[in-house]
């Protein structure tokens, strides 16, 4: 096979993005002929976090891969079952002692794809600096992997790009997370990595990145402490890409934004 269809779904905002996922995963995998699909699940499980519940939902549709960010431990009881979880990660960058992995490797049509999650430090919680980590662990994964895929959980479109310029030619992808809204700066950068600096999230369409707008709304105005809720929804969004990587070199020939409406 010379080419390799990767599919990356963003967030998952609760039942409402797990509901559309679980309902056109499989047209939308048609559709793009994918070989290969990622979704970020950090937020599937009442708007943050993720149960293992959830986790073996999810797990029973097409997906081969989970990762995840800063929310990934919000439910506790994950926090113990990390292990057992053979398709999740979590930051490869978080600090040394926690639970899980931030890298695994997948076979797939003969090939070794390795899927990497790093977390960026700007406007976020503490973590080891994400720029060397993947310098340090790169030669090592270059080694064992034909195909390598990095979802970046960060805030600042800056500390992504920047990653995403350090990588190029290194990795085949590097995709955006964390702000669940999507960017139109999706490209191949000059080396062959696939860049794109927010795939944005799959919840409630008429919300603010998932939260029921007029908490929000209320929040910014009066700047009390308030519960973050999700929304009724009568409308969902489904936000990816699509990226084409050749097998020989691993290098990405295209990327493309997927952005799907369903009503509900």
């Not at 081969?64 to 994950?78: E, L, P």
């Not at 990660?89 to 049509?109: S, V, W």
């Not at 794109?196 to 700047?223: A, E, N, Y």
């Amino acid at each position: 096979m010379p080419e390799l269809n990767i599919l990356c779904i963003g967030d998952i905002i609760g039942r409402s993005g797990r509901r559309v996922l679980a309902q056109h995963l499989e047209e939308i995998i048609a559709k793009h002929n994918i070989h290969f699909t990622i979704v970020n699940v950090e937020n599937s499980a009442g708007g943050n976090g993720l149960t293992r519940a959830v986790y073996e939902e999810l797990a029973g549709l097409n997906i081969d891969a989970f990762t995840s960010g800063n929310h990934i431990y919000d439910k506790r009881d994950i926090f113990k079952q990390f292990e057992e979880l053979n398709l999740l990660l979590r930051p490869l960058n978080f600090p040394k002692g926690q639970p899980g992995t931030g890298i695994r490797y997948f076979e797939r049509n003969g090939l070794s794809i390795a899927v990497v999650n790093i977390i960026g430090r700007v406007f976020m919680g503490l973590s080891d600096c994400p720029f060397q980590k993947m310098q340090q662990v790169l030669p090592i994964i270059k080694e064992k992997a034909d195909i390598i895929l990095v979802d970046f959980h960060a805030e600042t479109t800056s500390e992504k790009q920047a990653m995403g310029w350090m990588l190029d030619g290194n990795v085949s992808l590097l995709f955006g997370t964390h702000t669940h809204v999507p960017t139109a700066d999706d490209r191949v950068l000059p080396s062959g990595t696939a860049y794109i600096s927010d795939i944005g999230m799959t919840g409630p369409r008429d919300s603010v990145i998932g939260v029921d707008r007029h908490i929000v709304i209320k929040k910014f105005l009066d700047q009390l402490p308030v519960r973050f809720e999700l929304p009724r929804v009568s409308s969902a969004v489904l936000n990816g890409i699509c990226v084409k990587v050749d097998t020989e070199s691993g290098k990405a020939l295209s990327i493309s934004r997927i952005y799907e409406v369903y009503d509900e």
